[in-house]
């Protein structure tokens, strides 16, 4: 609050709204001696978290969804963790100016805001600075556009306002010693600081006045403007021209209302509340209904007394319709519950909210006053390929509504005339709904912007993603930088960035869900993605069997592929010859022994090898005696008999150590299966006798032993 006389001009200026509703962004208050209030719920909580302390002016912006982004003094930023912004200090504005500034979007970019700010006493500039969202990882900071003055010296005044095209906005502020009042249009190439200028009213301020502090406001509507004027002892209230920018039809009140400071319109317009400083402070309401200035003037109302040093100062309307009342140094806020209410009817409560231990001062935040449109919608959800939920602030008479969401490109369901109605939009970005309804048949149109965010991008790589066996895989994360939640298909999960993962054997879909600030989330699952298989495990039979004596006329040889987890074959027979069948025949043409190898190998090139088995090949023969045979039932060598080329005829004997016959035949098919008298015989040496006949005539005598093996 200024001690020195200065000189005053106000000025408006006209920016772009960007809102999805009609409070979300005024959800937030910070103010006082580190107190605040969270409207997010529908009703006021005390916060303890804000990092401000001013005796007056101050400003707060939530985003078009409701959640904190920033706040100042009019000399420092904080952004939403409650930090001063990396830039953001040595802002032009005073926190002991009435109003120190005012938040407002950049019109139609949801990531940039100005801060104007407007001196305190002694006089000096009205400015603007720039803050850009998307700096600081995200958490903002002020850009090099800062402190850019539009005019000097300035008043302590400043608020903002609708332009009647429901998309631009004024931005008010006042010049000393002068009654020249000033419209700006900023719209999305910035501001035009050529301006459309209203001189109207007495001057404010200079040398023995301090007329020069004072709130300025508009109503909700946008349609009329108002001011204290301190130590001028009155309020002046001017038709505003929302389209053009241009005051009109000056109503000054008698010097009634000493030392006005705060004032305030109810949301419906009807009323007007004020508060005075001195010699007791006072809160009043004025009924405006009439539209005669006699009877406005004499419709005033005392609200409430103090003559204590709680007095009360800036008058603020909430997201919830209430009116709140700051109170010098006091640890409350006064709530007017009913404020379209006359008289004391209004329902004005002192102590209405305990700040838990913080204190208030003079000043309340300032916001764009048709923030708080009485007719107006919520909205919900506002991801690409949500459905976005509209609901209306209020059903009290209503009759009808209709909707337009401004996408032509959703086609026939552009359009809607359910009261709490669905969209899903077509594209991400700002989109203009106009809300029409009927209440008590009378018509009104509220314009509000819906900003529908992009999916967050997602994507992700492996480090590697086959092995044998198991495998640590590193994941690289390719997506914005965002909230994570890792699922790694074993039912394992992780938060961080970039994480790593053990694997076993097994195939595993990899899924990253991504979720954006604004809780936009986009999920990538990679099917199959990682794939564990195991190491081949080699092994074979063959037939005959090991450890046989085979002549070279009778090598030949079946290999049996028994081995585990392979596709590929390599076989290396001993004798220079190799194959690469599963299961192969191989014919052995010299006599010798030899080691037979099985290479296996996966799809990944991972290979077992085995070399069990050793092949002996005799010289060739007209006929062939086993010197062994192992008849226990597993197919191989189970059976002792001749086998040869040419043989017509075959008479052998078999007897035991003793000289017993255990067995013996006279046919070319003939055979010992091991038995004796129909039990297994012994295991051992037998002897062998006889004659081979072959088709030549010729006839071989035979004598031999053979081993019974089981």
């Known amino acids: 609050m200024a001690k020195h006389l200065i000189l005053i001009a106000t000025i408006l200026f006209l920016i772009t709204a960007s809102a999805n509703s009609q409070s979300n962004e005024t959800n937030y208050w910070y103010f006082g001696s580190e107190a605040g209030m969270d409207f997010s719920s529908g009703a006021p909580v005390a916060l303890l978290d804000g990092a401000l302390t001013t005796a007056e002016g101050c400003a707060t912006m939530s985003d078009p969804n409701g959640q904190l982004l920033l706040y100042t003094d009019g000399i420092t930023v904080w952004n939403r963790n409650h930090i001063q912004m990396p830039n953001g200090f040595g802002l032009l504005g005073n926190s002991s100016s009435t109003q120190s500034g005012v938040i407002v979007p950049w019109p139609n970019n949801p990531d940039l805001y ?7 006493f002694g006089g000096g500039p009205f400015c603007y600075s720039v803050v850009d969202m998307t700096l600081d990882g995200g958490l903002g900071d002020v850009t090099a556009v800062k402190n850019e003055i539009l005019f000097n010296p300035c008043s302590e005044r400043v608020n903002a306002v ?12 006042h010049e000393e010693n002068t009654n020249n009042y000033y419209a700006y249009i900023v719209t999305t190439a910035g501001i035009n600081t050529t301006p459309v200028i209203t001189s109207i009213g007495p001057s404010l301020g200079g040398a023995f ?31 505003f021209e929302n ?19 705060g004032v305030e319109f109810s949301p419906d317009g009807s009323r007007l509340y004020a508060s005075s400083m001195e010699p007791d402070s006072k809160l009043w309401q004025f009924d405006l209904s009439s539209g005669n200035a006699a009877t406005i003037f004499a419709s005033g109302v005392i609200l409430a007394t103090n003559v204590t040093y709680y007095h009360y100062g800036g008058i603020q309307m909430g997201p919830d319709g209430k009116m709140y009342v700051a109170r010098n140094l006091y640890g409350y806020v006064g709530v007017i519950n009913d404020p379209d209410a006359l008289g004391v009817a209004c329902n004005y409560v002192d102590d209405g909210i305990y700040l838990e231990g913080r204190s208030c001062n003079w000043g309340l935040p300032d916001f764009i006053q048709t923030f708080f449109s009485p007719i107006g919608f919520n909205s919900e959800f506002y991801c690409f390929g949500d459905s ?28 809607s005339t359910l009261f709490e109605p669905y969209h899903v939009f077509s594209d991400t970005g700002t989109f203009s709904v106009t809300l029409i309804t009927n209440i008590q048949g009378v018509n009104d149109t509220v314009t509000g912007n819906v900003y529908i965010y992009p999916l967050p991008f997602v994507d992700f790589v492996a480090s590697d993603t086959t092995a044998c066996d198991s495998l640590l895989v590193v994941f690289t994360n390719l997506s914005d930088p965002q909230n994570y939640l890792w699922e790694f298909g074993d039912g394992s999960t992780d938060t961080i960035a970039n994480p790593s993962h053990f694997y076993t054997i097994g195939s595993y879909d990899v899924t990253l869900t991504v979720t954006s ?46 081995s585990l987890y392979g596709n590929t074959f390599y076989w290396e027979f001993g004798d220079g010859n190799s194959s690469e069948e599963e299961n192969p025949l191989h014919h052995y043409t010299q006599e010798g022994s030899y080691l037979v190898t099985l290479f296996v190998y996966n799809q990944l090139g991972c290979f077992d090898s085995t070399s069990q088995y050793y092949i002996t090949v005799i010289p060739a023969s007209l006929y062939f005696i086993p010197n062994a045979f192992s008849p226990n039932g597993d197919g191989e060598n189970d059976l002792f008999h001749i086998i040869g080329l040419g043989v017509e005829t075959v008479n052998l004997n078999i007897c035991n150590r003793w000289g017993e016959l255990i067995a013996s035949w006279s046919e070319l098919t003939g055979e010992w299966d091991g038995t004796y008298k129909g039990e297994p015989a012994e295991t051992g040496a037998y002897i062998y006798y006889g004659d081979v006949l072959m088709n030549d005539g010729q006839l071989f005598k035979v004598k031999g032993n053979v081993t019974l093996v089981r």
Not at 211 to 236: E, H, M
């Open 162 to 173: 609708a332009h009647a095209n429901g998309t631009d906005i004024w931005v008010l502020s």
């Open 388 to 415: 976005t939920f509209f609901y209306l602030t209020d059903t009290i008479g209503l009759i009808s509504t209709a909707w337009n969401f401004g996408d032509a490109a959703s086609g026939s369901s552009n359009t």
């Open 114 to 120: 100005y801060v104007f700010t407007a001196a305190g």
């Open 243 to 261: 389209s053009t920018g241009v005051l009109s039809n000056l109503l000054q009140w008698p010097a009634t209302v000493n030392y006005s400071y």
């Open 209 to 239: 006045s301090s007329s020069f502090l004072g709130y300025l406001k508009s109503n909700a509507q946008g349609t009329r403007l108002a001011t204290a004027t301190c130590s001028l002892n009155t309020i002046l209230m001017f038709d």
């Open 517 to 562: 600030p604004q809780g936009c989330v986009n999920m990538l699952t990679k099917p199959d993605y990682i794939n564990i298989i195991p190491t081949p495990v080699a092994s074979f039979t063959l037939n005959p069997g090991l450890n046989q004596n085979t002549p070279v006329n009778l090598a030949y040889y079946q290999f049996t592929n028994t």
